[in-house]
């Protein structure tokens, strides 16, 4: 399936013209995964949007750090975090140039990153770069 370029314009357009959801669930799959196991160290958010899934992880326990290229979507994301009153690490950047270093997350959450496939594998791949490998013993 083709995705158009990301254009952080458009993102932040779209972004702009809705009011912060307070009662926004996370994504279903990783709810399920995630929802009934203690958390156990970091977890990265790539393309974290308005950090429904970050937020999310955050209350579980997580230390979380969430990138997106969209400081609407951060701003939408921070409000979030504050009523929920959870703390998350916001980054404004390319989840498809961020780079920590290798062995720094226990969980790395690419949900919604809209890229064309050559630019999604290598994020793909870089994200499994960050992962440590077996911490949290699943």
């Known amino acids: 399936r083709y995705c158009r370029p990301m254009d952080v314009n458009r ?8 009011d ?3 009662n926004v669930p996370p994504a279903g799959a990783l709810e399920e995964e995630f929802g009934g196991r203690p958390a156990c160290g970091r977890a990265l958010d790539l393309g974290c949007g308005r950090g429904r899934n970050a937020v999310w992880l955050a209350s579980l326990g ?12 951060l701003d939408h994301a921070r409000q979030l975090a ?3 009153g959870v ?3 916001w980054i404004l950047g390319d989840a498809s140039e961020f780079s920590p270093p290798v062995d720094s997350f226990q969980l ?9 496939g050559v630019e999604r594998r290598k994020v793909l791949a ?3 770069m960050k992962l440590l490998d077996d911490v949290c013993n699943r």
């Open 11 to 18: 993102w932040n357009k779209r972004h702009g013209s809705k």
């Open 20 to 22: 912060v959801d307070w």
């Open 62 to 73: 997580w230390v979380v750090t969430a990138v997106d290229f969209s400081h609407v979507a």
């Open 82 to 84: 504050d009523a929920r």
């Open 87 to 89: 703390e998350v690490e």
């Open 108 to 116: 790395v959450v690419v949900t919604y990153v809209h890229l064309p």
């Open 126 to 128: 870089q994200s499994a």
